[in-house]
């Protein structure tokens, strides 16, 4: 499918996820897309449309205002909530926009391919059995001068701050029952609340030591609520449980989240995400039936 | 599509919703598709599979046990919950099923088409502009020995039992903004309970007389939760309004239900449903993505 194929009234579509965190992806080479966010909420809504946390529209930087920046045939991922607005970057969403390109417009990223984002360039390497690398970027970590959080119900709990270009409050879990039990059906409160507000993360460490730590955990991200899986969350969690465990802590580690399970490996300076990209169905929407209102 | 193109790793789907009451649509003319529970919740699910309320498998009659009642080549209606469990009826998935055979099996239901369900034969008549109107069979009302409902946070309130084939408890909100604020997140109490259970309907009647009526309504469905459409629960709205209403009230009632509007006509010993119909998407589902769970 291609650019060619759009018309007025039909518009093909692709459905894919990343531990549960789900996407509509679409394939716009040219940029001739009126991608608005009318549209956007449209194709994302649940019951009345395709359905999805998000949009990633997949356009070369050279035909898009925003990816000037970039060498003119770099992908740009074009990534949108489900509200409309628009967002920087999605380390789930960088794994199936990957697997995506592999198949829609054949890259081959067994070597690392390099996309771009509104957060910058990003290399998301293919690992095989539809598994994809994606580099995260730079971190900071401050586990000392971090805020209070408390989870409806719970006392307040020092969080440990991860900075993951977006800002997060990672707080420790006592038990896996507590974890499970924990109601994220309301904001955390977080004090003090960042002016931007902050993502928070629940964590349970399951193995400190050796070469391979292991923890669960679950999110909340701003402006979203509870999901099932946050690419930059992951990372976040992955720091503070390493800096709890000290001198002996694992680089490398496996991550639980309510949609499956990642791995984080730190390096200096940056965090490698590595995870599953499912493509599960290709289709070609009826643009007359979802009739996106003007606001 | 057909059962034709059906193969082991590939799934012909067509997305549709009525009302934002949404579904899987599947052709199966000949009853060859191995639709397990599994499967069907796997499609359901809307992160890592299509999303929906529920699969509808357009299936002949003759080739399905639970057909042999009716003439071998009416279209029977397997409806499934996405839980995966079998269900009776329902009037919001039967306007979309009754488009869908239009479009895919060139009925015409401009004098109506008749299809086979497992609660009973029920006539389905396009009205043009994408509207059906569901012959929606028997319905019986008890004004006076019907339960007490306490919606959360709210006193006890004396309900209209109505029977839809399934049972209804219909309470009076008060006001618009009661019925907007009204928590229905946690299941209504209903005393006495019966023993299967019982949708609750909040109910405002905007226009009593006339020869056209209109209530605004929210439901909880028995199992489900809230949802933003339930065409038995409509029917049963507007048969409890007009009981309010006395002799001045009319039998034809528009019908305001959170996912859009649909219109009930109250005939001696039945009820039609008349409503929109939208398929939004056409698609194929790759089988390997959804690796549904073997419980």
Tied chains: 1, 2.
Excluded: Q
Aim: with cysteine; aromatic share 4%; charged share 20%.
């Amino acid at each position: 499918m291609n650019a060619a194929h759009l018309n007025a009234d039909t518009l093909p579509f692709t459905k894919g996820h990343g531990t549960e965190n789900d996407f509509v992806l679409l394939f716009d080479e040219r940029g001739e897309l009126d991608l608005s966010p009318a549209l956007v909420r449209a194709l994302c809504d649940r019951r009345s449309g395709i359905g999805a946390d998000g949009v990633l529209r997949a356009v070369r930087a050279g035909n898009i205002d925003e990816g000037k920046a970039f060498a003119p045939d770099t992908w740009f991922m074009d990534y949108r909530n489900a509200d409309g607005t628009t967002a920087e970057m999605c380390g789930n969403g960088a794994r199936v926009f990957v697997a995506y390109l592999e198949r829609e417009a054949g890259e081959d990223a067994a070597e690392g391919v390099a996309i771009a984002t509104r957060g910058g360039p990003h290399t998301v390497t293919a690992l095989g059995g539809s598994r994809y690398a994606v580099d995260m970027g730079a971190w900071r970590l401050d586990a000392e001068g971090g805020p209070d959080v408390s989870v409806h119900g719970w006392n307040p709990r020092p969080a440990v701050s991860v900075s993951m270009t977006n800002p997060h409050a990672v707080i420790a879990a006592l038990t896996l029952d507590e974890l499970a039990a924990a109601d994220l059906s309301v904001a955390p409160l977080v004090d003090p609340t960042p002016p931007a507000g902050v993502n928070v993360e629940l964590v349970v460490p399951l193995s400190l030591d050796g070469a391979r730590g292991r923890l669960r955990m679950r999110v909340h991200e701003r402006g979203v609520g509870e999901t099932r899986s946050c690419g930059t969350g992951a990372c976040a969690a992955a720091l503070a449980a390493r800096s709890w465990a000290g001198d002996a802590a694992p680089n490398v580690w496996d991550v639980e989240v309510p949609g499956g399970a990642v791995v984080v490996r730190i390096e200096d300076g940056r965090t490698i995400l590595e995870g599953p990209a499912v493509l599960v169905a290709d289709g070609v929407l009826d643009l007359r039936s979802v009739a996106p209102s003007p606001t």
